[in-house]
């Protein structure tokens, strides 16, 4: 049974700083991965897609990338600002037809 | 191209009452989803539909029944509601070829 767990659950760093979030699952056969920003109240937003072929892709200073043989995907964000508060979640798809698996996320404060 | 919309927002039932929530997606995506959050649980996948006329079931389906009569509406319907459906709903899809999954804005349900 895949599972996906996320490390920490809460993180707290000062504005500018550089930080990474991770990822891991227990299956390593997974058809891609996705990461989501989720701010309180709201709906989940699709922030990265990486296909299973993939090892990285990057969308301004998100940067998020794929090890399947160690079960690992981490996010990168660069110079952190205090719009990028928000919970963020990684999903894992075991193939393309079948449901989709969540981690609990992590909680990320950036102090202003 | 409004994406994935879901009626009501909110709502507020008494123990025992039924509803139907809805989900609608204007991308003629094959794949629709249902999941509930709740705090320290993360995102469970209550049923899904990978097309038209068929729906499967996720990891917390009891209490629930979905139904995919057209290909761009999903609904949820709770029987006989329970305090423990008190949560946020979210509906979601994603194409055929498996590609990013789209969230809908959630409902949030309170029983009494």
Redesign the interface.
């Known amino acids: 049974k895949q599972e996906v767990t996320q490390i920490p659950a809460a993180l707290s760093v000062p504005e500018g700083e550089n930080l990474v979030l991770n990822c891991s699952f227990t299956d390593s056969a997974i058809?891609?991965l996705?990461w989501?920003r989720q701010d309180p109240g709201?709906?989940?937003?699709?922030l990265l897609?990486i296909q299973s072929s993939q090892r990285e892709q990057t969308s301004g200073r998100l940067n998020a990338s794929l090890d399947k043989s160690s079960g690992r995907s981490t996010l990168y964000i660069a110079a952190s600002q205090p719009g990028d508060s928000a919970t963020y979640?990684c999903?894992v798809?075991k193939?393309?037809?079948d449901?989709?698996i969540?981690?609990?996320?992590t909680r990320l404060h950036i102090l202003p | 191209n409004a994406g994935v919309t879901q009626t009501p927002k909110f709502r507020v039932l008494k123990t025992g009452q039924s509803m139907t929530l809805l989900c609608a997606q204007d991308m003629n995506h094959e794949y629709m989803y249902w999941y509930r959050q709740d705090p320290g649980m993360g995102l469970r996948l209550i049923h899904y539909s990978v097309g038209e006329g068929t729906t499967a079931k996720g990891e917390v389906p009891d209490g629930y029944n979905v139904s995919r009569l057209k290909k761009q509406n999903f609904l949820l319907g709770l029987e006989s509601a329970a305090p423990s459906q008190t949560s946020v709903y979210f509906c979601a899809s994603r194409d055929y070829l498996g590609t990013e999954q789209y969230f809908g804005p959630g409902t949030r349900l309170t029983v009494t």
Do not use: C, E, V
């Open positions: 058809y891609n996705q989501f709201k709906g989940l937003t699709s897609l979640l999903a798809y193939n393309r037809d449901k989709i969540f981690g609990k996320g």
